[in-house]
């Protein structure tokens, strides 16, 4: 006699990306609502995978990340958006692998989240909207927003109590400007002070943080210009600039955050002196040591072959723009 219903699986493939315009605060802790909007690229080669099976037999989800348990206390919340909108409370099995370091400051949680919302809806049968998978997305993490969609990705803080309108939009496809994305890893520990933690102690603390927010508008509109302008210095020049406000930010909390090593510094020297000696290249840094290089297509070779040279690099990985979640055939 059959009991229950038969589980119901879907597996998704989904791309970190890195925001250009950063993110950084919240307006509301509990619906994870930004404080300010971000601008991201999507990149093509780091790639996490996450297959979700709902099955009436499981007492609890279960996290399995690389190969190894995890706590699926976030995971659950996340996931459990979706089982009210599903009208259950069916459990889950989700099985997660990266094929890049995690929690190294490679934004692995934001492929995370968007991979877990783009399978749970494939496995609940909703059919939701892009626009509704990054809502749920950015229950989950702010950033994993943004990597529901591919290319160049605008999300938007919102204005509404409620956090309906803090959801990403697609603003350029990955193939209209092709950039190129160097990381330089320069430490593989996990990061100290976590991005929520880390928001949450420079709000509180830091004497720069009303003038972040009120300057992030234009930040962003300028980042959006030099995108449909397919102008790459305009995008360096507001793309540093918010990199360094955001750390700079953290630099004035008390106690201080301080996220980079002098590999970083090193790294952001190496950009600056090859940008000055005409390469087109900028840095961006997030809540971690590691170098983020964003170059033209057809200086990635030597950024990355400047940036391995120094002191420190532990590893070099480049990329291309991708595409956004979506569902991919089981294994
Ligand atoms: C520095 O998205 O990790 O990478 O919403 O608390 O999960 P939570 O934060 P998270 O923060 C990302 C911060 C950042 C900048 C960015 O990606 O915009």
Known sequence: MMTGNPPRQATAVAQPNIALVKYWGKRN???????????????????????????????????????????????????DHLRALAGTDVRAAIVTENDYPTAAGLASSAAGFAALVVAADAALGLGLLPRALS?????????????????????????????????????????AWPLGVVIAVTSTSAKPVGSTEGMRATAASSPFYAAWVDSARA?????????????????????E???????????????????????????????????????????????GPQVKAVCLPEAIEDVAATLSGISGVLQVITSGLGAGARVVEDL
């Open 29 to 79: 802790e509990k619906l994870n609502l930004p404080a300010v909007s971000s601008l991201s690229i999507t990149l093509d080669a780091l790639h996490t995978r996450t297959r979700v099976g709902f099955d009436e037999a499981f007492e609890t989800d279960s996290f399995l990340l690389n190969g190894s348990p995890a706590d699926a206390t976030r995971v659950t919340a996340c996931l």
């Open 135 to 175: 809502l749920y997305a950015r229950r989950g993490s702010g950033s994993a927003a943004r990597s529901i969609f591919g290319g160049f990705v605008e999300m938007a803080r919102g204005e509404r109590e409620d956090g309906n309108d803090a959801v990403a939009r697609a603003l350029l496809d990955a193939h």
């Open 219 to 239: 930040d962003l509109t300028q980042a959006r210009r030099a995108i449909m302008a397919r102008d790459f210095g305009g995008l360096a020049a507001i793309s």
């Open 241 to 287: 600039h918010s990199c360094l406000k955001m750390h700079g930010l953290g630099f004035a909390a008390r106690p201080p955050l301080i996220y980079w090593n002098e590999t970083t510094m090193a790294c952001l020297h190496a950009v600056r002196e090859l940008r000055a000696g005409g390469t087109p290249v900028f840095y961006t840094i997030d809540a």
